[in-house]
């Protein structure tokens, strides 16, 4: 989810969330619970795990209505109730004590050795892979971030997934283009403005990654839909 000129969170006391953004839109809603009904690991950033604080990540939390749909559809595809929730930390600093590691899944907690050090005891349905991968120096306590390549590794090593849904935020997207390891892309497109200034610096779709002209991702667009005024596109990444 985006504004029209790409701003992602308006990085407010309070309103930081992505759901200010959205103005809540049920649209947006059901779209995200389906992405999440049909995949086998949703992967979600520490940092957005702090904004999103009271946030589960399930199909029927994003989408109460369909709850019952997303349910009959996951059966139908032969997968568990809920997709496994995995959250990347390098440093560690999580709240276990937030919904996410209390809801009705089961969740997992990709770190380094240095993060799982300072991770306390575990909530009964969390467990912790520790990997050793990073990208490059800076964003984390232990200086470094793990790779996107380490945590597809572990996701797909804890689950076996196939289809594994990023929403991760800005940083974790820019760490998989970066890596070229990123197969679609589903924007919401919501119709404000938010703009940034110095003092309001703001994020956008893509941080800690910049390309120059020659090397900046391309994509195909596979479909486009709108409901009012908000726009769904589908990308498939080139290359």
Not at 106 to 121: C, K, N
Not at 170 to 197: I, Y
Request: hydrophobic letters at 45%; a positive charge.
């Amino acid at each position: 989810m985006s504004t029209i000129d790409g701003i992602v969170s308006y990085a407010l006391p309070g309103r930081a969330g992505a759901a200010v953004v959205s103005e809540r839109k049920e649209s947006d809603r059901f779209m995200l619970g389906l992405l999440r009904a049909c995949c086998d690991v949703v992967v979600v950033g520490a940092g957005t795990l702090r904004v999103e604080g009271r946030h589960t990540w399930t199909a029927a939390h994003v989408f109460k209505p369909a709850a019952a749909d997303f349910s009959a559809l996951r059966s139908a595809m032969g997968k568990p109730e809920h997709p496994l929730a995995a959250f990347v930390t390098a440093s560690g600093n999580v709240d276990l004590e937030l919904p996410a590691f209390r809801g009705p899944g089961e969740s997992v907690l990709i770190t380094t050795e240095a993060g799982a050090a300072r991770l306390g005891a575990l909530p009964q349905r969390t467990r912790v892979h520790v990997i050793a991968g990073t990208s490059r120096p800076g964003g984390a306590a232990d200086g470094g971030r793990p790779s996107a390549r380490a945590v597809l590794d572990a996701v797909v090593a804890e689950s076996g997934a196939r289809m594994v849904l990023s929403e991760g935020g800005p940083a974790m997207l820019g760490t998989l283009l970066r890596e070229k390891l990123l197969d679609e892309l589903f924007l919401t497109v919501a119709p404000r403005l938010a703009g940034r200034s110095a003092e309001e610096r703001r994020l956008a779709l893509v941080e800690d990654a910049a390309f120059t002209p020659e090397d900046a991702p391309r994509a195909r667009l596979l479909s486009a839909k709108r409901a009012d005024d908000y726009l769904f596109v589908r990308y498939a990444m080139r290359g």
